[in-house]
């Protein structure tokens, strides 16, 4: 749950519907509401160019810990290699998988980070900026062409750590739909982390949802309760077709 940041009135709704309602724009601005970091550049990757990014690469390898079956595609439970269609699979299958969107959002994590380990070898990454350009309307990204010729090097120097890290949170039932809420302890920790990743100060967290959170304070009390007031914030009734 987030602040669409630039909506007027003030709306809270899903934070994946931000992208829905103004795109790139709105996205960047809510999300770094919500969190409380800056964000300078957006990269929007659909569905088409991860496939083709991953067969660029020549497929990835991955340990799959559940059977995955998605859009008549099936990866066995085990180690694999898989090419694009086959990532593809891999990474948006939800509902077979008892954490839900956490256990999609961990396997996507895994299928990023084998592409960004791939990418980083020489003979993938001087052709990075020939990749970017060939996937064309399936990227949009506000850097400029000069900025993207340059990823080569600054790429390289970045180091093969990865900390990859979920926002955990509690289910909330709000105008009839399922969200997730987090914590303001628990945005405040994520902000703290990016912060200092970005060598940067952190700073108390200060949004709409942290001021929601003062007023539901018997919903954090109890792991159970589902009733979460947005103080008619949120007028959306979500549906299969909604966002």
Known sequence: MAEMVGQKPKNVQKINSAYAIGANKTAKKSVSKLLNVPIDYTVTINIKALEQTVDFVGGIDVDSNLKVSYNGITIPKGHHHLNGKQALTYARMRYQDPRGDYGRQLRQQQVLEQVVHKLKKPKYIVQL?????KTGGNVITDLTDSQINALPVKYYSIDNKFASKQLK??????????????STKELQKVSDTLN???????????NTETELNKQNKKFFSDPDNTDYDTKDLDTTYYTDNTH
């Open 129 to 133: 900026p020939k990749l970017i350009k």
């Open 169 to 182: 949170e509690q289910t909330a039932w709000i105008n009839g739909s399922s969200y997730q809420v987090a």
């Open 196 to 206: 200092k990743s970005m060598d940067r100060k952190t700073s108390k967290v200060d």
